[in-house]
């Protein structure tokens, strides 16, 4: 007789024992966060930096004679 397909080793799910923070405290401190300037730049950081990575568009020039 053979034995039985191992399966892979599954790992526990991890049970969560304690909340830490408040839901309205963290959100009163993102609210803040994102009226500050910096949050601002941070945005305008993406902006620009997702311009680098567009792909570019050929332009047509002048024919090869």
Do not use: C
Not at 13 to 33: F, G, I
């Amino acid at each position: 007789m053979n034995p039985p397909p191992s399966s892979p080793a599954v790992p526990p799910t991890p049970v969560l024992t304690e909340v830490r923070y408040s839901l309205p405290v963290m959100l009163a401190e993102l609210k803040a966060e994102r009226a500050a300037s910096t949050f601002a730049m941070e945005k305008l950081d993406q902006h620009e930096i997702g311009k680098l990575f567009k792909s570019k568009v050929n332009r047509r020039g002048k024919p090869n004679k």
